[in-house]
């Protein structure tokens, strides 16, 4: 299937500074697409040369195989890291200047809004000025903004920073909607247990080089040790203990021996690696 | 450009800055302020006249007694013979506001000196009184020493007041009068206004680009519009404010002026104000002219019975066209069109110049505080144009002048500063031009910093930044 970006050879540099190099990838429609990667190492830059903020040094960015046009960028809601609003205007003036610059009517925005708005419990604040939120309700706002004009790709960048755990919750939840609904969703985080939870890719960014792209649990898999963590009773009790899959073996041969030597298996789990730990493993390979 | 977008910008760049408290105060506060200027001097020096002050008079040399003559000012009684130092401490025991002490006469020098004392200073008014009074004494004395005869009727006779009229020839030989200090009241007036307004609004602009990155709602915007579209955005909705301020100022002082004459009268009004404030400055500046007693309700005419001090009851004098009448005939005859074209054109295009320039600074900035060093080289020109100005209403025909109207730096400011003494068209032309053309450079040029620089965070910005972001492709 064509996927509904690709980045071919993309570079950019700075003047001597070189933020992107060479960077090829391909992020599948309808998928949740993790873009992970140390501070500095070029995952801004990446995002805003996809939704056309910055245009790159060489190399190029395809949208279904297309360049992307007005017309693309159009379907894009972009949450920036480094969010901010309008301080002094109303939270509703502000929601709907933004939607109408995404190319909505004033009246579609007002609709769509208001709809956003009771979903998110948030009606009141339609009046109230900006400064006067927190910055979790801000962020609430900024949420909305960025998916009000229904985006077929969504770029979220740090969604869940600020948030406390409830509406960190809500907004996986919305996130995993919007996916359902059949949007593409980039999440570049540093949350290595929503990467796990929610992403379907990944691609890794380091020193502005692509070091791995991938499924997860593929990569998960090829950096796995090949162990599995098993809890067993025998004649002295209870044991828990973490065995190795022999070479060229599979977990079945561990269970096997172990079922031989004549223990009772209680739990027994693959063991995967965490992201976090490949995370820092490759970073810090390089 | 999407125009569409273009339009969302503008409207909330224009909303935002109009709905502000600051502007509705600066809109509805200044044109009071307007009409103040324009009536309340001539109501203070009509109505406001000094009390009458008693001054007794202590005269040593028995000189400058016998020519004192009471006035509504100030009055004078006798005192001579009573000691100074006691008159000075029983000011209010005698009635009396001020003691003038006069010496007794100095044989050699031919002179006397005086004092004054009084429990209140002396207002400017009486105390040019008292002095011109004892000076005529004096000079009558010495011109009487001379003993010959009728030589005070011969001084008087020799004594001259002559008031320049000068006036303007064109070509077809048609003669206008030109009072230059009309002149250079309107040029000084019309280089002051577009050089604040254009500080002004494009401060607007260049906070407005500050407030957009350091709250970083920029970032937002770049991934729905384009830099350039927010760019021009932002500076063609604060050009709009201003034409907004300008219509409401002209529209509200005109209603305060139309109200106040309702009040006190068309008439007066219309001699006190002259029918614009200029008037008011020049009549404020220009010596000589005697506002309270005047009746000017016919602008446009002569008035050979206009009341000047300056000049002598001389029937020769008549005939030319005095102080206040050159004034206002010289009022008449500026060409209030074009003048007003061109400050709107060279409003609009200095401003376009500058703000797309204050634009590209602030966009490089994160707060105001950082912007002093980036702005220098966009403020030099700017105050440079000004102080040209003020060289322009000394000397409208000089080198320094001319150039400083056709460099688009400095023209929009020294262009109007010279427009009330006459530019030819060709000129007038050619300026708007150059002004237009480095615009468009200008704006092009400032487009280019601003989309690199509204997404620098972090290091403080210098100029070879700014090139560098300028050369980037």
Redo the contacts between chains.
Sequence with gaps: MEPLIRCENVSKS??EKVALDGVSLDIPEGKIFGLLGPNGAGKTTLI?II?R???P?SGAVYFKGEPIT?EV??R?G???E????????KVGDQAM??A????MSAREAQEALKEWFIRFDIKDWWGKKVEELSKGMAQKL?FI??VVHKPSLMILDEPFSGFDPVNADLIRKEILRLKEEGATIILSTHNMESVEELCDEIALINKSHLVITGGVEEIRRKYGNNNVEVEYTDTEGRHSEVLPVPEGGTTNDVLTTLIGDGKVVNSFRELMPRMNDIFIKLVTEE | MNLHKLGIIIGREYLNKVKKKSFLIITFVAPVVFAALCILPSLIMMGAKEETKKVAVVDASGLVLPTLENTDVVAYYDFTGRDVDSLKTALDAVGMDVVLDISPLDSVQRTVTAHTYSAKPLGMETSQIIENRINDAIETYRIESYKIKDLDKIMSEVKSNIHLVSYTVDDSGKESISESSVYMVISMLLGMALYMFIALFCGMVMSSVIEEKSSRVVEVLVSSVKATELMFGKIIGVALVALTQFLLWILLTGAILAVAAGIVGKDKIAALTGGGNPTEMVQQMAPGVNVPGMDVADLGTLLPAADTTAVAADSTAVAEPTGMEAIFSTLGNLDYGTILLAFLLYFIFGYLLYASMFAAIGSAVENEADTQQLQIPVTIPLLLGFFIAIYAFKAPESQIVFWGSMIPFTSPIVMLARLPFGVPTWELILSVAILIGTFALFAWMSAKIYKVGILMYGKKSTFKDLWKWLKQK
């Design positions: 700075f003047g805003r939704n903020i910055t245009i040094t007005d960028v159009a894009i972009y949450l920036p480094e969010r901010g609003l309008y301080r002094k205007m200047y933004l109408q610059l995404k190319g900024q903004t960025t």
